[in-house]
């Protein structure tokens, strides 16, 4: 079949919408367009029932007891906002310490920072080369005043896949509520609040093929019931914790996508795994000085990082972006050009903090588009560092720590 471009391997920004979720959207839009809390005619009650459908696939795909444990918000950045403030706020009494991990995405990470402003404590856990966080490293973090221990469960970078179980085990043994930012990795590997001892999840419809706009926060109810002081004041909607009209065509979107998640995960996951694998031979096998960034076993099925020495990510992504939609870990903020906190956290240097590339795999990406996108990287790659003169240094074995930059 002919490649169409430009070809999308960026799915850990978002996921392209699955055609049967949009199916199943579109009714929600026109003639079903009642407002689920309108009890007292059809119109509500259609779309109450269509909201409580899409609660109990979410719920199941979560491993929830009781479907009443999810509240549905904007997406994932309010459920994160949600779990830490609203806790946080909750259990002041009760102590002023969280803690977390270096590598969060930046709403977990900005949400603590705003909370040490209003007087938190929070602990930020470095993670090992691989990514992968310390158990005990954690265990030793929490405190008597602690209240909450927040640890994504895959990284959006790298792809790690934190042993969220034992981090489970241990926050129930020391009485902390144990909350997981698992946006990237709900409906692509297996995920159980129960069997996990997770009592705050936050995930998002976007990343697993549902439609941007809507996510939930998992709320334990049972063993510790869990209690959050909301964000919003209003009608009380979602037993009080997330006051607004629910977006009735996003929240069965998200249903669908989660329904057709839990029907494909495991073929799936093992589909793009030989291709992420495919494309990660390919690249390190004929490119030299490239780094796999992440640990190679524990991580998300469709992830791949890698760090290239001596070229700038940035320069790879225009290299190749007439054809390839990829992402680096460098953010372009402002007059600035950030090298990415999570490589920096793996303890790589700067340099290679600036030169590492997230190739992302989705549903709908085919073994052409695998063999295409390697050979093109493997091209430009080549192109940028014949025009290196740092690489042709270090080709000739000069130690380039060694030289001192002068201008004259
Ligand atoms: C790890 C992680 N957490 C949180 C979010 C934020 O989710 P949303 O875009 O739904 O607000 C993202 C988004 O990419 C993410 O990757």
Redesign the pocket.
């Known amino acids: 079949m002919a490649l169409k471009f430009p070809i999308f391997m960026d799915a ?3 996921t392209p919408c699955d055609p049967r979720v949009v199916e199943a959207m579109l009714p929600y839009f026109t003639e079903k367009f009642g407002h689920p809390a309108s009890r007292n005619h059809p119109f509500g009650w259609e779309a109450e029932g269509a909201v409580d459908a899409a609660r109990q696939r979410i719920a199941s795909l979560l491993g929830a007891r009781d479907p009443k444990e999810l509240v549905f918000t ?7 906002n949600l779990a830490l403030k609203g806790a946080a706020e909750m259990y002041r009494e009760k102590g002023n310490h969280i803690v977390t991990t270096m590598i ?5 990470l900005d949400t603590c920072k705003r909370l040490e402003r209003q007087g938190f404590e929070v602990t930020y856990v470095p993670v090992r080369p691989s990514g992968l966080v310390d158990v005990d490293d954690v265990g030793r973090a929490i405190t008597d005043r602690t209240i909450l221990v927040s640890v ?1 469960f ?3 970078e790298i792809g790690t896949l934190q042993d969220v179980a034992a981090i489970g085990k241990l926050a129930k043994a020391r009485g902390v509520i144990f909350h997981t ?1 698992a ?2 990795a709900v409906g692509k590997v297996p995920v159980d609040v129960e069997a996990m001892g997770i009592d705050l999840l ?1 995930c ?4 697993m093929y549902g439609p ?1 706009g809507v ?1 939930a926060l998992y709320v334990r109810r049972r063993g510790p019931r869990v209690r959050l002081q909301p964000m919003l004041d209003g009608g009380g909607h979602e037993r009080g914790m997330r006051s607004g009209t629910l977006p009735v065509p996003l929240i069965v979107g998200f249903g669908r996508a989660a329904e057709l998640c839990a029907e494909g995960m495991p073929e799936e996951g093992a589909r793009l795994a030989r291709l992420r694998d495919r494309l990660q031979d390919m690249i390190l096998s004929r490119v030299d000085e490239a780094f796999l960034n992440g640990d190679p076993a524990r991580r998300l099925p469709h992830n791949l990082n890698i760090s290239f020495a001596y070229v700038e990510g940035e320069s790879v992504l225009m290299g190749l972006n007439k054809e390839t939609a990829l992402a680096s870990g460098s953010a372009c903020t402002s007059a600035t050009l950030e090298p990415s906190y999570v490589i920096a956290a793996l303890g790589a240097s700067t340099e290679l903090a600036h030169s590492s590339i997230r190739f992302s795999l989705h549903r709908f990406n085919t073994e052409e588009e695998v063999e295409f996108v390697g050979k093109r990287t493997i091209e430009v790659i080549g192109r940028l560092r014949d025009m290196s003169p740092l690489y042709e240094l270090a080709k000739e074995g000069v130690d380039l720590k060694s030289i001192r930059w002068k201008a004259e």
């Open positions: 850990q920004s978002t904007s997406g994932g950045t309010e459920a994160i969060e995405q930046r709403a977990g994504m895959a990284n959006n930012d946006t990237q936050s998002t419809a976007h990343l941007k996510g």
